[in-house]
């Protein structure tokens, strides 16, 4: 089947939308009112630039305005600013399509000889700037995996899948599922995104919880590199020195092309359950999902939304007069006024999912949590796909919309919510408007936890990207300061490139780079992501990058 038209300025397919519900658009207004909405212009008034002559290259080649325009940038918001104004950072001078590895192999070939950079994409859902095309003196072409999809090996034995890496989320769960099987990564791009952009960005699908994110999922890679094709085979565990499928999850398109990856697969479960329960506070949430986690009782997906987050929610589903008015008493008593909703699933057997829902209430109930059923965990699972379609509609009607992602040990991530909660309003403050910040954990650790922030602000008509880049800025450094990683799952790309030493420090900068000159001495690969001083890069300006403050 031809995939599915994508809209060019915005999320998902073309024809599909989530309007913002009026409850939901009343209450983000009482909060912080909307600014000015930020009207798409038509696609033939998008600014798109001369294309620069290339040599011949490998594989389909497509130099038309469409094709340039539709790969220039991903999903961030600066990137939806950029397509909804007309102005896109810098469009590719060709969008490079190879039809198989030996193609990838014979573009990266050409495009060292000739000294044109290669944007790899796969999905183009990145929303760190992983695939915005950046203003370059040379040539600069993408090139996307988009036809290099499908399954290629199954060893059902060993559990073990091999897919092109172009394959998008449902069609590696179409294929697995012909057979009885599943990958289980779901993240909420699954629609779109791809198993190379998935390994490249080690990415975190919702039922982390039980299967784990894409690191453990990963067995074995094959890429195409400057200096010639990589296969790490696959293997359930090895002593031959560091781990390099390591090294390649997280590499974010700098050391290579993905071209396809063996992944962990396992039976399809007999049945899928799930409960939605409402502990009194954010403080006993976090307390509940420890203890579970800690505890092993088993699950596949968690998602413990804050009191805000809680609120919000209520007020995107229609539900009918009598669960409204039970809702309405639950939250608006004493007990829950700060309530914190909790969504929890199963897989496996029916009586597995009873041993382990017992094991949970059990847990639950000892935080002061109630069990309200079923129902919001099915609606749930069914919207949670379409919920991106609503960033789009905000922005119509005059919110910018972004999302913050960090996790950190179990000790810090009360104080790190509350942190990053007030560097966003003073930061919004200084600028003259209010901010509303949701916040959810849905992937958790014996150790510590993910927190996932979404931010709504007023848009003010031509500073769009400086409040958000202020924003931005001030929530980075916030999670840093207080203990947390620079990013859970959405990657480092070229937005937090000048972040990242002060997570890893000069030696880890020192050893990325080193890889990097390692296997694309000429530095053609994704110049700016990942690592801001690319080697040979005569490129200076990303545009919507913001800094850390500790650049020269
Ligand atoms: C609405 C929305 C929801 C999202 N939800 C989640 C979520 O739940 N969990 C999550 O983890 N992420 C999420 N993301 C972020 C994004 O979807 C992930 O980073 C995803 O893994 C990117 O996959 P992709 O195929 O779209 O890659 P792209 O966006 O095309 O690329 C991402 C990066 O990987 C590189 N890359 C891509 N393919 C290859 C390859 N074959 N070889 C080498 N490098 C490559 C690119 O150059 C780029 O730097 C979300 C994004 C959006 C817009």
Same mark, same amino acid.
């Given at each position: 089947?031809p995939p599915?038209a994508r809209?060019?300025n915005?999320w998902g397919?073309?024809?599909?939308?989530?309007?913002?519900?009026?409850?939901?658009?009343?209450?983000?207004?009482?909060?912080?009112?909307?600014?000015?909405?930020?009207v798409?212009?038509d696609?033939?008034?998008?600014?798109?630039?001369?294309?620069?002559?290339?040599?011949p290259?490998?594989?389909?080649?497509?130099?038309?305005?469409?094709?340039?325009?539709r790969?220039?940038?991903?999903?961030?918001?600066?990137?939806?600013?950029?397509?909804?104004?007309?102005?896109?950072?810098?469009?590719p001078?060709a969008?490079?399509?190879?039809?198989?590895?030996?193609?990838?192999?014979?573009?990266l070939?050409?495009?060292?000889r000739?000294?044109i950079?290669?944007?790899?994409r796969?999905?183009?859902?990145?929303?760190?700037?992983?695939?915005?095309?950046?203003?370059?003196p040379?040539?600069v072409?993408?090139?996307?995996?988009?036809?290099?999809?499908?399954l290629?090996d199954?060893?059902?034995?060993?559990?073990?899948?091999?897919?092109?890496a172009?394959?998008?989320?449902?069609?590696?769960?179409?294929?697995?599922?012909?057979?009885?099987?599943?990958?289980?990564?779901?993240?909420?791009?699954?629609?779109?995104?791809?198993? /190379?952009?998935?390994v490249?960005?080690?990415?975190?699908?919702v039922?982390?919880?039980?299967?784990?994110?894409?690191?453990?999922?990963?067995?074995?890679?094959?890429?195409?590199?400057?200096?010639g094709?990589?296969?790490?085979?696959?293997?359930?565990?090895?002593?031959?020195?560091?781990?390099?499928?390591?090294? +390649?999850?997280?590499?974010?398109?700098?050391?290579?092309?993905?071209?396809?990856?063996?992944?962990?697969?396992?039976?399809?479960?007999?049945?899928e359950h799930?409960?939605?329960v409402v502990?009194?506070?954010?403080?006993?949430?976090?307390?509940?999902?420890?203890?579970? +986690?800690?505890?092993?009782?088993?699950?596949?997906?968690?998602r413990?939304?804050?009191?805000?987050?809680?609120?919000?929610?209520?007020?995107?589903?229609?539900?009918?007069p009598?669960?409204a008015?039970?809702?309405?008493?639950?939250?608006?008593?004493?007990?829950?006024?700060?309530?914190?909703?909790?969504l929890?699933?199963?897989?496996?057997?029916?009586?597995e999912?009873?041993?382990?829902?017992?094991?949970?209430?059990?847990?639950?109930?000892?935080?002061?949590?109630?069990?309200v059923?079923s129902?919001?965990?099915?609606?749930?699972l069914?919207?949670?796909?379409?919920?991106?379609?609503l960033?789009d509609?905000?922005?119509?009607?005059g919110?910018?919309?972004?999302?913050?992602?960090?996790?950190?040990?179990?000790?810090e991530?009360?104080a790190?919510?509350?942190?990053?909660? /007030?560097?966003?309003?003073?930061?919004?403050?200084?600028?003259?408007?209010?901010?509303?910040?949701?916040?959810h954990?849905?992937?958790?650790?014996?150790?510590?936890?993910?927190?996932?922030?979404?931010v709504?602000?007023?848009?003010?008509?031509g500073?769009?990207?400086?409040?958000?880049?202020?924003?931005?800025?001030?929530?980075?450094a916030?999670?840093?300061?207080?203990?947390?990683?620079?990013?859970?799952?959405?990657?480092?790309?070229?937005?937090?490139?000048p972040?990242?030493?002060r997570?890893? /420090?000069?030696?880890?900068?020192?050893?990325?780079?080193?890889a990097?000159?390692?296997?694309?001495?000429?530095?053609?690969?994704?110049?700016?992501?990942?690592?801001?001083?690319?080697?040979?890069?005569?490129?200076?300006?990303?545009?919507?990058r913001?800094?850390?403050?500790?650049?020269?």
């Amino acid at each position: 089947m031809p995939p599915r038209a994508r809209r060019w300025n915005g999320w998902g397919f073309d024809g599909e939308a989530m309007a913002v519900p009026s409850r939901a658009a009343a209450w983000l207004a009482s909060r912080a009112p909307a600014g000015v909405p930020l009207v798409p212009v038509d696609e033939a008034a998008c600014e798109v630039g001369e294309a620069r002559p290339l040599p011949p290259l490998p594989g389909a080649v497509a130099g038309d305005r469409a094709s340039r325009l539709r790969h220039a940038c991903g999903q961030s918001f600066p990137d939806l600013v950029a397509l909804r104004t007309g102005r896109p950072l810098a469009c590719p001078d060709a969008v490079v399509e190879p039809e198989d590895a030996a193609q990838v192999a014979a573009v990266l070939e050409a495009a060292v000889r000739h000294r044109i950079a290669v944007i790899v994409r796969g999905g183009g859902t990145s929303v760190v700037g992983g695939v915005t095309v950046p203003p370059r003196p040379d040539p600069v072409v993408v090139l996307s995996l988009a036809r290099l999809r499908g399954l290629v090996d199954l060893d059902r034995q060993s559990l073990l899948a091999t897919f092109l890496a172009g394959t998008t989320g449902p069609e590696v769960e179409a294929a697995l599922g012909a057979a009885g099987l599943r990958l289980g990564h779901e993240p909420q791009s699954f629609e779109l995104s791809t198993v /190379g952009g998935w390994v490249a960005t080690r990415s975190a699908g919702v039922r982390s919880n039980g299967v784990g994110t894409i690191d453990g999922l990963v067995a074995g890679a094959e890429l195409a590199t400057a200096r010639g094709a990589w296969r790490l085979a696959p293997q359930p565990a090895s002593a031959a020195g560091p781990e390099l499928r390591r090294l +390649v999850l997280g590499s974010e398109g700098r050391l290579g092309i993905i071209t396809a990856a063996t992944l962990r697969v396992r039976a399809r479960p007999e049945a899928e359950h799930g409960t939605v329960v409402v502990l009194p506070g954010w403080g006993d949430g976090l307390a509940c999902c420890r203890e579970l +986690v800690q505890s092993g009782v088993p699950h596949e997906i968690m998602r413990l939304s804050d009191p805000t987050e809680t609120a919000f929610g209520t007020t995107l589903v229609e539900l009918s007069p009598l669960v409204a008015r039970a809702s309405r008493a639950l939250f608006g008593s004493r007990r829950f006024a700060e309530g914190c909703v909790l969504l929890l699933g199963w897989a496996g057997t029916d009586r597995e999912i009873g041993r382990a829902r017992t094991a949970a209430r059990r847990v639950w109930r000892r935080h002061g949590g109630l069990g309200v059923g079923s129902s919001g965990w099915r609606r749930w699972l069914r919207d949670r796909f379409r919920h991106p379609y609503l960033r789009d509609a905000l922005i119509s009607a005059g919110w910018g919309v972004d999302t913050l992602e960090t996790a950190a040990p179990w000790r810090e991530l009360a104080a790190l919510h509350a942190a990053v909660r /007030g560097a966003l309003e003073r930061a919004a403050a200084g600028r003259g408007f209010e901010i509303v910040l949701l916040c959810h954990v849905s992937h958790a650790y014996r150790d510590g936890a993910s927190l996932y922030f979404t931010v709504f602000w007023p848009l003010r008509p031509g500073r769009e990207l400086a409040d958000w880049r202020e924003l931005k800025r001030a929530a980075t450094a916030t999670l840093l300061a207080g203990g947390g990683t620079l990013s859970h799952h959405h990657g480092v790309g070229t937005m937090h490139a000048p972040f990242l030493p002060r997570e890893i /420090g000069a030696p880890g900068v020192a050893v990325l780079r080193a890889a990097v000159r390692a296997l694309d001495p000429d530095g053609v690969l994704n110049p700016g992501v990942l690592l801001v001083d690319e080697p040979l890069s005569r490129a200076t300006d990303h545009g919507p990058r913001i800094t850390s403050g500790e650049e020269a």
